[in-house]
Nanobody, 115 residues
Framework: QVQLVESGGGLVQPGGSLRLSCVSS????????MGWYRQAPGKERELLAQ???????IYAPFVKGRFTCSRDDAKNTVYLQMNSLKPDDTAVYYC?????????WGKGTLVTVST
């Protein structure tokens, strides 16, 4: 069982930045597929960024150029740097990892973009 804990959410003004972190209980040396989703009120969960086997990162079109997903294997942590935030980015943000064919999720961290 992999435990994931997100942090870094909060209230930010439009145009601002946040960096989300997600710490894994499982070593990242065994995980090569991870990323971030979000879910806004009344909407379905949507993929934002995913580090895929081989090391490439794919992004949803609506965050490309604004969000950057990265990993620190020494800290078993995956990050989501979010810049130029908009009110539409308000949502609960979840990290996930895929290991041995199973997906594991954190409990989420709330990001609110508002004046």
């Amino acid at each position: 069982q992999v435990q994931l804990v997100e942090s870094g959410g909060g209230l930010v003004q439009p145009g601002g930045s946040l960096r989300l972190s997600c710490v894994s209980s499982e070593s990242f040396f065994t995980i090569n597929n991870m990323g971030w989703y979000r879910q806004a009120p009344g909407k379905e969960r949507e993929l934002l960024a995913q580090i895929i086997p081989g090391g490439s990162t794919i992004y949803a079109p609506f965050v490309k150029g604004r969000f950057t997903c990265s990993r620190d294997d020494a800290k078993n942590t995956v990050y989501l740097q979010m810049n130029s935030l908009k009110p539409d980015d308000t949502a609960v943000y979840y990290c996930f990892v895929r290991l041995a064919g199973m997906d594991y999720w954190g409990k989420g961290t709330l990001v609110t973009v508002s004046t």
